[in-house]
């Protein structure tokens, strides 16, 4: 008579292959780097502005003479509160870069920070947005002019001044797009939180 040994289920359990640990998405890398990122792109967009700066000879309407008359940032109010934007921007990039260092390193209160980042993200967003919007609305007069007004264009006599201000004002919509994508990271991780 053959014996037949009873398997243990405990044992087959035992023989089986590891099972895989649970799949976890850890957004604070990509975090990370988007704020980089934005620190990278206002610093640019800082920069570009605050050298826009040409001095060319023009003529003087009525008059046989020509002076010389400079085109710089600060004479556009616009140019100044963009230049205040994005170096707040700058800053906020690179503090919150260092806090979710702090996260990946100690993820206890991640969720905390996490909503922070999601509220000040949409606050520095909007304030980017506005500073680009009237910086490139003043950049565009500067461009095409408006005869409707009066007002020439400018940018056939000041072109390297014109090509900085529309490249600082460019960059300043990458970092509005790279506040977005913060922003939806934000809301995403802490969705992903919520118990289901």
């Known amino acids: 008579m053959a014996a037949t ?13 590891p099972a895989a640990p649970p799949c976890r998405s850890n957004y604070s890398s990509v975090d990370v780097a988007l704020r980089g990122l934005l620190f990278a792109a206002s610093v640019t967009a800082v920069v570009l502005m605050v050298t826009a700066k040409q001095t060319e ?10 002076v010389p008359l400079e085109a710089k940032f600060s004479d556009s109010p616009a140019f100044i509160y963009f230049i205040s934007a994005l170096s707040v921007a700058g800053l906020y990039g690179i503090l919150t870069a260092l806090a979710s260092i702090s996260i990946i ?17 949409v606050l520095v967003l909007g304030i980017v947005a506005s500073a680009t919007g009237a910086a490139g609305g003043v950049a ?18 000041y072109d390297k001044f014109c090509q900085h201000v529309g490249s600082s004002v460019a960059v300043a919509l990458f970092a509005s797009v790279l506040l977005v994508l913060l922003t939806m990271l934000s809301v995403f991780s802490i969705y992903r939180k919520i118990p289901k």
């Open 105 to 121: 390193l100690k993820p206890a209160h991640a969720t905390r920070y996490l909503l922070h980042f999601a509220l000040w993200d």
């Open 5 to 17: 040994a009873k398997t243990d289920p405990e044992s087959i359990k035992s023989e089986e292959a």
């Open 140 to 157: 565009y007069i500067g461009l095409k002019g408006n005869s409707h007004v009066g007002w020439g264009k400018v940018c056939n006599v």
């Open 57 to 66: 000879t023009v003529p003087v309407p009525g008059l046989p003479i020509r």
